[in-house]
């Protein structure tokens, strides 16, 4: 069974504040991929990263940090110096070959962040 | 990264019809994804679609409710069927594209009253 769990529901931060939500999944297979996806108020989903299992490198883009550990099976995503417009639900996301649905993605729940000035 | 194209954006049904949804992606793609969001939810697989063969559909989700057409590489439909105010939701399509991740159409945001 492959299940994603991020157990912040609402994190609520001050501008220019560093935040990290947590993600941590479970799969029983050993090649997976994880993802992060943000949805801003519009609506629509933005992809930010894509994972693979193989690949435990840290990786940075801009503001946005990624931190995969699989000995924790954890996939934690940091947002620095954090601004208004990163206010949005973030969705992390776990893909692993699946008999009846081959590689769907299985979401997590969400975490809400709001970002106030 | 593929594009999809989602329609319609937004509608509002009395119980008991049915609406169609469309995507239509701009390459040739082996599966496509639907999803449902219900309000302040996070994303739930309904169904997967292949082309050339029947949807394969998640738990909890069936045919007769969601039948989904999938004639060719490029386009899909999912229909809800026989409409209830429980189904109000977001339904997004979504395909794979690899190094630029699943993407997703724009949703169609259905009020059933």
């Known amino acids: 069974a492959q299940k994603v769990t991020q157990a912040q529901t609402e994190i609520s931060v001050v501008e220019k504040e560093d935040v990290t939500l947590d993600c941590v999944y479970e799969?029983?297979?050993?090649?997976?991929?994880l993802f992060w996806y943000k949805q801003p108020p519009s609506g629509e989903l933005v992809f930010l990263i894509r994972?693979?299992?193989?690949?435990?490198q840290n990786e940075i883009s801009g503001r946005y940090s990624w931190n995969f550990q699989k000995s924790t099976s954890s996939f934690n995503f940091t947002i620095t110096a954090s601004q208004v417009v990163d206010s949005a639900v973030y969705f992390c996301?776990?893909?692993?070959?699946?008999?009846?649905?081959?590689?769907?993605?299985?979401f997590g729940k969400g975490t809400s962040l709001l970002v106030t000035p | 990264s593929a594009v999809i194209s989602q329609k319609p954006s937004r509608d509002i049904c009395q119980r008991g019809t049915s609406l169609t949804i469309q995507c239509q992606v701009d390459?040739?793609?082996?599966?496509m994804f639907w999803y449902r969001q219900q309000p302040g939810q996070s994303l739930t697989l309904i169904a997967t679609?292949?082309?050339?063969?029947?949807?394969?559909?998640e738990s909890g989700f069936v045919i007769d409710k969601f039948p989904i057409s999938r004639p060719n590489l490029t386009f899909s439909t999912l229909t809800v069927s026989n409409m209830s105010p429980e189904d109000s939701s977001i339904y997004l399509c979504?395909?794979?594209?690899?190094?630029?991740?699943?993407?997703f159409g724009s949703g169609t945001r259905l009020t059933v009253v």
């Open positions: 390459s040739q793609v082996t599966m």
């Open positions: 979504s395909v794979d594209r690899s190094s630029h991740g699943y993407t």
């Open positions: 994972r693979n299992s193989f690949d435990e």
């Open positions: 679609a292949n082309q050339g063969s029947e949807a394969t559909y």
């Open positions: 996301a776990l893909s692993a070959l699946n008999s009846n649905s081959g590689y769907a993605l299985n």
């Open positions: 799969t029983r297979d050993t090649t997976y991929y």
